[in-house]
């Protein structure tokens, strides 16, 4: 009689041990909570004693089973937290706590302040790590209170346009607790430091971008503005990583302008930026901006299920490597 050999236990448990694929795009199917606070944090730089308010938008998950990471959202240049409440949820069902706050210069705002929004970031992650240990001012009643992480805190930050030049140079400043940052076409201040100050960012640093429109185009006379391919080159940081999102418009990292863009506004702002934000290409903009972060931010089982997202894997029928050969995706650079 013919002997059966059985599988080693050290290859059963692989198999049985491996996690499969996960895009990082989909939802995460956890429930989630959100809230809106106003905070005086801005002390010493807006109007009063006792400082000015720094509304933002919280969205965390409801169960209490661990530990979250941290994630900042920031969004862009005449715009508000409410153009990524898609992406915050999307965060929350994944198990983040994403605060998206609302900048200074936002919707009215004629001349962005990056290193002032930077400085926001910064105290955004120190306001909701005091909030999680109890020590707010609302004590152990604080809805984040317990639920991030601040003994070994995992804290990741993104931004869509002007938003991710503040969160690189936040990163800049050297703040230890953030751990990974991922941009959605930055665009950002050649004068003064800025792009100096970027080779100081030693975290995980990945940029995903759009064509050239009038929104992000630094050929434009008019405009004395870094594309999101300069800031990539004077990265130092390692890892990094660069994509361009083909046939994307800038509007692609955000959700749609004013919702769903009404037919008589269409004219207006694809003048603006060359196009109508799209689902699909806001898709891939969550897919390799969420991923980046899921892989630096998470533990070694999400890592692995989301690995073909954030590397170039032998794996062509999903993953990175199959978006490029797909032709959804160009400018591939990865370092570290």
């Known amino acids: ?151 070994k805190p995992m804290v990741g930050a993104i931004g869509h346009s002007a938003g991710g030049f503040a969160v690189l140079l936040a990163a800049a400043k050297k703040d230890t607790r953030i751990k990974a940052v991922a941009l959605m076409d930055p665009v950002g201040d050649k004068a003064g430091r800025g792009l100096k100050d970027l080779r100081k960012i030693r975290c995980a640093s990945a940029v995903t971008y759009s064509p050239a429109s009038p929104c992000n185009d630094p050929k434009r006379d008019d405009i004395d503005e870094a594309s999101a391919v300069e800031l990539y080159d004077n990265l130092r940081a390692k890892p990094r990583r660069k994509i361009l999102i083909l046939n994307s418009y800038h509007l692609d990292g955000q959700d749609p302008p004013l919702g769903k863009t009404s037919p008589w506004l269409r004219p207006f702002v694809r003048r603006a930026c060359e196009g109508i934000s799209s689902e699909f290409c806001r898709k891939l903009y969550r897919r390799y901006t969420f991923g980046w972060l899921d892989y630096y931010l998470k533990d070694k089982e999400t890592q692995l299920r989301v690995k073909p997202y954030v590397f170039r894997t032998r794996n062509r029928d999903e993953g990175l490597a199959h978006d490029l050969d797909s032709g959804l995706l160009g400018d591939y650079i990865q370092s570290g």
């Open 1 to 151: 009689m013919a002997k059966i050999l059985s599988p080693s236990r050290s290859l059963t448990a692989s198999l049985v041990q491996t996690p499969r694929v996960e895009d990082p795009a989909a939802d995460g199917r956890m429930e989630w909570k959100s809230y809106t606070t106003s905070p005086r944090l801005r002390k010493g730089r807006f109007g009063g004693l006792f400082g000015a308010a720094l509304s933002m938008r919280i969205y965390y998950p409801k169960a209490k089973t661990t530990k979250w990471p941290l994630v900042v959202v920031a969004h862009g240049f005449a715009s508000s937290s409410k153009q990524h409440r898609t992406q915050a949820r999307y965060l929350a069902s994944r198990g983040y706590v994403a605060i998206a706050p609302d900048f200074a210069n936002g919707i009215l705002g004629l001349n962005p302040n990056h290193w002032r929004n930077a400085d926001d970031i910064n105290t955004v992650v120190e306001w909701a790590l005091n909030e999680t240990k109890g020590e707010g001012a609302k004590g152990e009643g604080s809805q984040l209170f317990g639920i991030i992480d601040h003994v």
